[in-house]
């Protein structure tokens, strides 16, 4: 899916580009300009380049390369995943709540993630923050007895896990939910409404893609005169 997300803008605005996947899923990139070439894009106009953090930065800083479009970790921004993982649940609600998130976690059908029709769930490729004290519940990885000092709390985990804070008072987790270096992205769920919200604050930086802000990014503005009469010699 991120993938796509960079390859149409750029594509659709007549770029040629290389796409540099994460070493630890390197397979889809490689299948997605499978797809593109099947379709019958020109040899050379997407390319896939595997490598490491070294890779990354040769690219970046490569004169050819005009425009570089990253979603990855803080450390990967700084050279140049929408995942809320913090839930924070009202205090009276909270046994109910864990009971329905492992309850649904658990009927989540886990399989090849070449079927899509069946498949809801790949493997995960890493454990990200494992321990640190949490309880893990069911199919996924909902930790229930989390602190907010807890590296899993505190840090961007780009994988399925689900740190579940209790809370008694809105002052209360207001203050808490803004006490974070992060702020990709954010909702509210009450009886009576529910709000969602994508403002990519602090060291989450700011996305552009999804919108037409983005096929700005991918294009150069140019001003081109053109005389439609007789030209007027000086000489």
């Known amino acids: ?36 070439h099947e379709a019958g894009v020109p040899v050379g106009l997407v390319n896939v380049v595997q490598g490491g953090a070294e890779t990354g930065s040769l690219l970046c800083r490569h004169p050819s ?49 070449l079927l899509a029709r069946t498949t809801r769930w790949a493997p995960s490729i890493s454990r990200p923050a494992a321990g640190q004290g949490c309880w893990l519940r069911g199919a996924g990885q909902e930790r229930d007895n989390c602190r907010d000092d807890m590296t899993c709390v505190k840090e961007e985990i780009f ?17 808490r939910a803004n006490n974070t270096t992060f702020g990709l992205a954010s909702g509210v769920f009450t009886r009576c409404r529910l709000g969602l919200q994508d403002v990519r604050l602090r060291r989450s930086r700011f996305g552009r893609e999804n919108g037409e802000a983005t096929m700005e990014d991918y294009s150069q503005l140019k001003t081109v005169y053109v005389e439609m009469g007789d030209v007027d010699s000086l000489f």
């Open 159 to 175: 994988g399925p896990v689900m740190s579940v804070l209790p809370f008694d008072t809105e002052e209360e987790v207001l203050q």
């Open 65 to 113: 390369v005009a425009k570089v479009s990253f979603t990855g970790s803080v450390p990967t921004g700084k050279k140049v995943c929408t995942n809320g993982t913090r839930v924070f649940v009202q205090r009276e609600i909270l046994p109910k709540f864990l009971e329905e998130v492992v309850k649904r976690t658990k009927a989540i059908a886990v399989g090849d993630p």
């Open 1 to 36: 899916m991120l993938a796509a997300w960079k390859c149409s803008p750029a594509l659709a605005c007549g770029n040629a580009m290389v796409l540099k996947p994460s070493p630890m899923t390197p397979v889809t990139c490689v299948i997605l300009a499978e797809i593109f």
